[in-house]
């Protein structure tokens, strides 16, 4: 499922805007992502993420890697598409993101295919931001509307 | 939850003594038993501040507040005495960190839940001695810092270093601290002083999901992040002269190291298996909890003995982690002083867990019972 870095075109390394923030809690963090529509906002979070466990203009788009996540209800599916995303970063290839593309985001039969593109994480080259332990449920929430065009996501993650 | 005014709210809520308030049944719905628990000034005023701004009109924060939650841990099937919050107590996940409960393995009913437990599974603390003085510290400080820097390898994405392949994992998981006893990395008499002899027996690894051991390979003998440590410290006042003398800690600017860490990303997944599976266990028997993050399964069901056993498994990674963490201490106070580590008396003090759930004899209600404790610090 990984491509040669020679497989990656110009359009690969292009770097989407930054749609999210973090907003602080007691001892954790909330990810708060948004975009255009409910698939951006998705990939916007993941990024969130990654983006928490280092700094991201140190990683460079040297490899790609493809993830799948599935689920029974949105939530559900928000969840383990970061668990998932999660896995890739604690176990080979050890894959610290820059950017995340949602190929296939299925909202009826609740299954999202991502392309993952960043590096392997390099103590000393790339700065340790804070650890994710965990992803939760608590005060998830999905914002899903679009004839306001207002698509956003809300996540805790547990650090 | 139950949305009253501040005001309506403290009506459940009684102080019983200057360190103790009592959570009366009605302050959230269900409640089996009551809820208590214990707090100086200080820590009064923080408990009754975040209940006070989850009372504020339109307040959707991300924390119940930590004595709702120890009220709807009261409300779980076969808990017995009280949903209790010890002194550390503030808002968690489902359970409030600090929140202790005890339920009855007899009753059919009985729960177990991973969130009373937490995502880093046997976290706990463990405290070295050493006959080093302060004196003998201070002037090598810096270096001595470095050395443990560079032994244990700590913060996000950091790759530990006791080589370790898939079967010895397995073999770890199973044997806990009698691993690394066979291993050579910790001394016999490390065993008698810890928690459980640093090993518990139900572990069972086949119950573990792929996914968590592979996860927990690279990361074996990592110290971890956040509040997580590896520290210097120094005897500053010794209250109980026969107790520390026992302990072997014998005079003021005695030098120590205490190890903060747990089972790391192999806990945290276990954790995270298990939450997908209780939620199944949860609708097919239909347990009813006051908040999602009480995902809980009955003790005697499929799901509630696979965590158990796999929750040992991650136990006894935590402990032999621990123990990995030791070794590596021993070996930089070895190089720093040029001394070998047992006349350096590097002796492990204790080894306690505070992320754990435990099948433990308690009296309740003037009869013996058994009873699984969850304990969340």
């Given at each position: 499922m990984d491509e040669e870095l020679g497989g990656l075109t110009e359009e690969d390394f292009y770097i989407p805007p930054v749609k999210y923030e973090y907003l602080d809690h007691t001892a954790d963090v909330q990810l708060h992502a948004w975009g255009d529509s409910l698939k951006e906002a998705f990939e916007q979070c993941g990024m969130a993420m990654f983006g928490y466990m280092t700094e991201l203009n140190y990683v460079q788009i040297k490899e790609v890697h493809s993830i799948e996540a599935t689920a029974d209800d949105m939530m559900g599916l928000l969840y383990h598409f970061l668990d998932e995303l999660l896995f890739l970063f604690s176990v080979e290839p050890f894959l610290i993101c820059k950017k995340l593309v949602i190929t296939e985001?299925?909202?009826e039969e609740f299954r999202i295919v991502c392309k993952c593109y960043g590096e392997e994480f390099q103590i000393g080259k790339h700065p340790q931001g804070t650890e994710v332990k965990a992803i939760t449920y608590s005060a998830m929430q999905i914002i899903d509307e679009p004839k306001d065009n207002k698509f956003e996501v809300f996540v805790i993650i547990d650090i | 939850m139950v949305v009253r005014q501040y005001n309506e709210e403290l009506k459940y809520l009684e102080k019983i003594n200057p360190h103790c308030w009592k959570i009366k049944k009605g302050f959230q719905p269900n409640m089996n038993v009551e809820g208590v628990?214990?707090?100086?000034s200080t820590l009064e005023k923080l408990m009754l501040?975040?209940?006070?701004?989850?009372?504020?009109?339109g307040m959707t924060g991300g924390f119940l507040p930590g004595v709702k939650q120890i009220a709807n841990v009261a409300a779980l099937p076969g808990i017995v005495g009280r949903s209790v919050g010890l002194p550390d107590v503030h808002s968690g996940y489902g359970f409030a960190i600090g929140n202790m409960a005890a339920f009855d393995m007899s009753d059919p009913k009985s729960i177990v839940s991973p969130g009373g437990v937490g995502f880093d599974i046997n976290c706990g603390v463990r405290l070295l001695r050493t006959n080093l003085h302060e004196k003998d510290v201070q002037?090598?400080?810096?270096?001595?810092a470095q050395s443990l820097f560079d032994h244990i390898p700590v913060g996000v994405g950091s790759k530990g270093i006791i080589p370790m392949n898939a079967r010895d994992m397995e073999e770890a998981l199973e044997m806990g601290m009698d691993w690394s006893l066979r291993e050579g990395y910790v001394w016999a008499e490390d065993k008698e002083h810890c928690e459980?002899?640093?090993?518990?027996?139900?572990?069972?690894?086949?119950?573990v999901s792929l996914r968590a051991k592979k996860r927990g390979l690279p990361q074996l003998g990592t110290l971890g992040a956040g509040n997580h440590y590896a520290e210097i410290q120094v005897v500053d006042e010794i209250y109980d002269k026969y107790a520390a003398g026992k302990m072997g800690l014998e005079r003021i600017g005695q030098v120590c190291v205490m190890i903060h860490s747990g089972s790391r990303g192999f806990g945290h997944q276990v954790a995270?298996?298990?939450?997908?599976?209780?939620?199944?266990?949860?609708?097919?028997?239909?347990?009813?909890?006051?908040?999602?993050?009480?995902?809980?399964?009955?003790?005697?069901?499929?799901e509630g003995q696979d965590y158990l056993k796999a929750m040992a498994a991650a136990a006894n990674f935590a402990w032999v982690n621990r123990s990995s963490m030791t070794f590596l201490t021993r070996q930089a106070f070895a190089k720093q002083f040029k001394m070998a580590p047992d006349d350096l008396d590097m002796h492990l003090i204790y080894d306690v867990s505070h992320n754990?759930?435990?099948?433990?004899?308690?009296?309740?209600?003037?009869?013996?019972?058994?009873?699984?404790v969850h304990?969340?610090?």
């Open positions: 985001f299925n909202t | 628990f214990y707090v100086n501040d975040e209940l006070r701004n989850a009372c504020r009109p002037p090598i400080k810096e270096q001595l459980e002899y640093g090993r518990m027996l139900n572990a069972d690894p086949s119950k995270t298996d298990a939450l997908v599976q209780m939620e199944k266990a949860m609708k097919r028997d239909k347990i009813e909890t006051n908040d999602r993050q009480l995902a809980c399964a009955r003790i005697n069901s499929v754990v759930a435990k099948i433990e004899e308690h009296i309740v209600d003037g009869k013996p019972k058994t009873l699984l304990r969340k610090v």
